[in-house]
């Protein structure tokens, strides 16, 4: 699994919680976080070289557990490397336009996911009778890497970018950026009951259950359920955020771009 930090750990502790005997390996691209502000072919770099680095650790199956570098990339990276199986993320029009009730459904996603042909195939697949209201968040990925997850700034940025939504009516919310559940109490608090919160990481973990054992059925029974982590970025804070955020005290290794590729820094 690959994000641009810690916001895949989201999608990771369902998929843990899901296939608990499935062994994992994150990589964390703390190096270049946040992506959602970058070029797309820069994201699909990134996305391509750790997708390499990946299969080189053994990965049977890679979650892109990030919704920019899907949008960016996820196309390319199963044209590129087509016998292996790739789980990504999209944000959860479907269910948020079939639930809606008021009609008027809110996604919130970084700049580059909501560029390109992913986020408009999904209105136009599931969104035509409903309207869809996108808004990005400026400095929420940085707060969430930061543990900032409940300081009066990020209410404020918070409440910000909820406003026009909330003034809107939408009564259903849609966290199209893997670093957003981490937030879910304040977003929760702010929008009120009557707003429902989508967060698609249960479906893309039972999804990468389904991915798995249709490409080898023996995978899930055989592991035991060991996790790697890897930053490019400083091991020890990234630990710590590991440990806060999905309470596993884990040793997480160092990993270093030289030029395109990223290599491994110590042997284990
Ligand atoms: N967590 C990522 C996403 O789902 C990346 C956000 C970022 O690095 O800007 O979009």
């Not at 996820?74 to 948020?96: D, I, N, S, Y």
Request: proline share 7%.
């Amino acid at each position: 699994m690959f994000d641009s930090g810690v916001g895949g750990l989201s999608v990771w502790r369902e998929i843990v919680q899901q296939l608990p005997q499935c062994d994992t390996v994150y990589v964390a691209d703390q190096a270049h976080v946040p992506y959602g502000s970058r070029a797309v072919e820069q994201v699909r770099g990134f996305a391509e070289s750790i997708s390499r680095f990946l299969l080189c650790e053994g990965a049977q199956v890679i979650v892109v557990a990030c919704n920019t570098a899907s949008a960016a990339a996820l196309q390319h990276l199963r044209a590129c490397m087509p016998a292996t199986p790739f789980v990504g993320m999209e944000p959860a029009v479907k269910p948020a336009a079939e639930n809606t009730r008021t009609g008027v459904v809110g996604v919130i996603a970084t700049p580059a996911t909501f560029q390109g042909e992913l986020f408009a195939s999904l209105l136009e697949r599931f969104a035509s009778d409903v309207t869809v209201l996108t808004q990005i968040c400026p400095g929420l990925v940085e707060a969430v890497e930061a543990n900032k997850l409940d300081t009066p700034a990020t209410k404020t940025s918070l409440r910000e970018c909820l406003a026009p939504l909330l003034a809107a009516g939408i009564d259903q919310l849609v966290l199209g950026c893997t670093h957003y559940p981490f937030l879910r109490p304040a977003i929760a608090e702010i929008a009120g009951p009557a707003v429902q919160i989508i967060d698609p990481a249960p479906a893309v973990a039972r999804q990468t259950g389904r991915v798995l054992r249709q490409n080898n059925p023996r995978i899930a029974g055989q592991q035991t359920g060991q996790h790697t982590f890897y930053t490019s970025g400083a091991p020890g804070p990234f630990a710590a955020r590991v440990q806060q955020l999905t309470g596993l005290q884990e040793r997480v290794q160092a990993v270093r771009w030289e030029g395109k590729r990223l290599v491994r820094c110590t042997r284990r």
